[in-house]
């Protein structure tokens, strides 16, 4: 299953953690998913979604 969210398709970001020294190696941040049982029309289904998607309202959860 792909690291993405499935509102705004936010997914991992790629870059390098430099130290103290100037050495660099890569790495990867993923985004903060959570599961969540959402209405969507007339039923509910889960779903992964970013954090920042249901702050913002983006997702109405299922009661």
């Known amino acids: 299953m792909a690291m ?3 509102i705004c398709g936010k997914g991992p970001q790629y870059g390098n953690v430099v130290s103290h020294a100037n050495n660099t190696r890569r790495r990867r941040w993923n985004p903060n998913l959570k599961r969540v049982r959402a209405a969507s ?3 509910t289904k889960q779903m992964r ?3 920042g998607c249901i ?3 983006k997702v109405k959860k299922a009661a």
Do not use: Y
């Open 4 to 6: 993405k969210c499935e």
């Open 49 to 51: 979604v970013c954090t």
């Open 41 to 43: 029309g007339s039923n």
């Open 55 to 57: 702050r913002a309202g």
